[in-house]
DNA sequence: CGGCTTTGACCGGCGC
DNA sequence: GCGCCGGTCAAAGCCG
C-alpha cells in the first residue's frame, strides 16, 4: 500500500494467532522522523491489509499524503466520539454492508477496535483515478448525490481530521485490488462482528456519517484523493512523493 | 555503490 | 525466575 510517504522496512515478525508476518516500518521521508507503520494481513482473510500508524511526522508532507492523512484520520476521531451498544452496532454494520457493498464500486468502513480506532477501506473495486481520472463515482452509494453531502463523499472527510487532534494511533484496513471482493467483504463482515468494541465503534462512526452528512462539506476533493492513495500499488512510493503526516502520538 | 529488503538475534514487557 | 511474545537491531544479500 502506498500512502504517500517513504518507508523503510526495518522488521518482520510472524504474530501469535495470525498466519501472516507483520511487517515493521519506517518513514524516511526525513532524518529522525518517528513514525513508524505496522502492516498486517488479516488472518481471516489475507487480501486485507491492517496497517498501523503510530507517531507524528517531523517534516513537511506533500498534498497528497495530506489528503491522505486526513481522510483516515477524521474517521477516527469520529469513532472516538461516538457511542452506542454492540447490539445497534451489527446492524449498523449490516447496514453498511448493505448501503455501500450492492454499488461494487467501492466500499469504506471504520471502526474502532479498542483501544485504537480502526478505519476500514475496501477500494477493491474502485478505479485508480491515476488511471481514470474520468471516474468520479469512487464511493457510488444509494444516496442523493449530492457531491458534498452524502456519506460517500463525507468518508474521505471524516478519516480527514482526526490526525490533527492528537489521535493516539491510526489503523487502516485495506483490501487488494486483486482481491475477490465477495470473499473480503464476508472476511471483513465477520471481523467486525467478531469484535464488539469494533462494531459499537463502526456503528457510531456510520451513524455520525450520516447524521452529520448535512454539516460537514467543505472539502469534496479529498475523495480523490484518498482513493488515489488507497488505490495506488505502487510498493516503493513512487506515487509522487507523497506524505501521509500529522499521526499524533501519546 | 547506495538504498532497500530479508532474517535471525536481541531486548524488554508481561504473565505464570 | 522463566518462558512467551512483540518490537527492534543489524548483518547480509539484492537490486537498480
Redesign the pocket.
Known amino acids: 500500500m502506498t500512502d504517500g510517504c517513504?518507508?523503510?522496512?526495518?522488521?518482520?515478525?510472524?504474530?501469535?494467532?495470525?498466519p501472516c508476518?507483520?511487517?515493521?516500518?519506517?518513514c524516511?521521508m526525513a532524518a529522525g522522523c518517528p513514525v513508524?507503520k505496522?502492516v498486517q494481513r488479516c488472518a481471516e482473510d489475507r487480501t486485507i491489509l491492517v496497517t498501523?500508524y503510530?507517531g507524528n511526522h517531523n517534516h513537511p508532507l506533500p498534498p497528497a499524503a495530506m489528503a491522505m492523512a486526513q481522510t483516515t484520520s477524521s474517521a477516527a476521531r469520529m469513532l472516538l466520539s461516538g457511542s452506542m451498544s454492540s447490539t445497534d452496532g451489527l446492524m449498523n454494520a449490516n447496514f453498511l454492508t448493505r448501503t455501500l457493498l450492492p454499488c461494487s464500486s467501492s466500499m469504506a468502513t471504520i471502526s474502532a477496535s479498542a483501544p485504537f480506532p480502526t478505519v476500514t477501506l475496501d477500494l477493491t473495486h474502485s478505479p485508480n483515478p491515476l488511471q481514470f481520472p474520468n471516474h468520479q463515482n469512487h464511493f457510488q452509494l444509494p444516496f442523493p448525490p449530492h457531491s458534498s453531502s452524502s456519506p460517500a463523499s463525507l468518508l474521505p472527510q471524516i478519516f480527514g481530521q482526526a490526525l490533527y487532534n492528537n489521535q493516539s494511533k491510526f489503523s487502516g484496513l485495506q483490501l487488494s485490488q486483486d482481491a475477490d471482493p465477495s470473499s473480503s467483504v464476508s472476511a471483513a463482515t465477520a471481523a467486525i462482528a467478531a469484535d464488539p468494541n469494533f462494531t459499537a465503534a463502526l456503528a457510531a462512526a456510520i451513524t455520525s456519517i450520516i447524521g452529520g452528512a448535512q454539516h460537514q462539506n467543505n472539502n469534496a476533493n479529498t475523495n480523490n484523493s484518498v482513493a488515489n492513495n488507497a488505490n495506488n500499488n505502487n510498493?516503493?512510493?513512487s506515487n509522487n512523493n507523497i506524505n501521509t503526516s500529522n499521526f499524533s502520538e501519546n
Open positions: 517513504q518507508w523503510r522496512k526495518y522488521g518482520q515478525k510472524m504474530a501469535k494467532g495470525n508476518p507483520r511487517a515493521y516500518y519506517r524516511t513508524r505496522q498501523t503510530e510498493t516503493n512510493g
